[in-house]
């Protein structure tokens, strides 16, 4: 069992840079793809971008991609995601989360964090 712990977000204006952080409990971390979700005020949780086991591979939602960048540290059992350029549309919950396979599909992640608030004011 994998558990993820959320921070790094906050309050920042348009066009700032927050960068959010996951530390997971466990030595299987580095088995796990690890991904951010987010979830806007009366909207849907929807995928971000996660990031394979090693590292060396990353996907993005279009509406990050250039903006967002994930990567993690398996010695630190912990997975980052770079914010910059960030915009209004961007205030949500973030989570992390853990799956055995590389997916976007939220049915597909096994373990969630809690969720970290980022709001971005115009």
């Known amino acids: 069992q994998v558990q993820l712990v959320e921070s790094g977000g906050g309050l920042v204006q348009a066009g700032g840079s927050l960068r959010l952080s996951c530390a997971a409990s466990g030595r299987t971390f580095r088995t796990y793809v690890m991904a951010w979700f987010r979830q806007a005020p009366g909207k849907e949780r929807e995928f971000v971008t996660y990031?394979?086991?090693?590292?060396?591979?990353?996907y993005y939602a279009d509406s990050v991609k250039g903006r967002f960048t994930i990567s993690r540290d398996n010695a630190k059992n912990t997975v980052y995601l770079q914010m910059n350029s960030l915009k209004p549309e961007d205030t949500a919950v973030y989570y992390c989360?853990?799956?055995?396979?590389?997916?976007?599909?939220?049915?597909?992640?096994?373990?969630w964090g809690q969720g970290t608030q980022v709001t971005v004011s115009s």
């Open positions: 990031i394979n086991r090693s590292g060396g591979g990353t």
């Open positions: 989360a853990a799956s055995t396979s590389a997916s976007s599909t939220e049915g597909h992640y096994d373990y």
